[in-house]
């Protein structure tokens, strides 16, 4: 695990796909600076970083339904913009 982080670490700069992250606040399993210092790091010209006020680690299980529904709508909303759509019919409601 740490040879893989340490791997993730040195390499960084290389990742210029566009990327999502998505951070809980609360998250004590890993750190949301973390999220942050690979958003500033990576080359990609699109990149996007949410970090959800009280938020913990498995937003899309573990947390309150309303918080479920606001982190499914920004991913389908992320992907959908890319694709040419609006996403919105693919969202529950």
Do not use: F
């Not at 982080?5 to 998505?22: F, G, Q």
């Not at 606040?25 to 790091?41: F, G, N, W, Y």
């Not at 996007?48 to 709508?73: C, F, N, Q, R, S």
């Amino acid at each position: 695990m740490l040879d893989a982080t340490d791997d993730i670490n040195a390499r960084m700069e290389e990742l210029k796909v566009p990327i999502l992250l998505l951070h809980g606040e609360d998250d004590i399993v890993t750190d949301p600076k973390l999220s942050q210092i690979l958003h500033d790091r990576c080359s990609s010209a699109d990149k996007t970083i949410t970090v959800y006020p009280k938020a913990w680690h498995d937003m899309l299980a573990g947390e309150p339904e309303y918080m479920k529904k606001m982190v499914y709508a920004d991913i389908v909303s992320w992907i959908s913009s890319r694709c040419g759509g609006e996403g919105d019919q693919l969202v529950a409601k």
